[in-house]
């Protein structure tokens, strides 16, 4: 399975790194509306399971023909590369895969979590998080881009089954609202702003109960 992704991560990256030429077609959902978007890098509201359906990387339009114009398809690729992300790594539980998606100087930004600097640091967090919940699965709820940076909001859900933040694994049913900004550089994830509900996790894992919850 990672040889088949590296294969897919080099045809694009080699797209993006390629010489310039007429604009390239647009992947196969970026101007009917489907998978939440228009073709113009307006808001997109996923109501269906099609909208977490990425377009295969190698059909990720070229950043060098994005310079000729094309900023819709520079947002819609930028999109392409951040629910690819999400499929392999979270909803994949390919921990190992994050490299594939990150810059070596990506930085992940947890809030009171705090930051994570460094491509391999990252996956490293990343591949603790699948580790922890196995059954992790992302539901994406919006997803919309401007320029270089890709903003999802999601549900994630899953089972606890391994120590994550210290807190300890014992099968806790976990559910939380996440909002996520995502910074992206050469069709590579740079920088990730990561606005999850831990108030949801340290309630569903029975580690503190706020005030405002029944």
Sequence with gaps: MRAIMVVLVAVSLAACEGLGGSPAAPGPNAADGRNGTNGAGDLVTAESADAQTATPLQEIPSAQRWSHGDEAAKVEANKQVVLKFMQDVLDGHHGDHAGLYLTD??????????TVAGGKNVGGLMTQVVTSIPDLHTDVKDIFGQGNKVVVRLVVSGTL????????????RLQWDAIDLYHLRDCKIVEEWAGEDFTAFLNDTGT???????
């Design 105 to 114: 100087d990506m930085q992940w930004h947890g809030g009171t979590v705090g």
């Design 161 to 172: 089954q391994g120590s994550l933040l210290g807190i300890p694994g014992t099968g806790q």
């Design 208 to 214: 503190y109960k706020a005030p405002w919850i029944p």
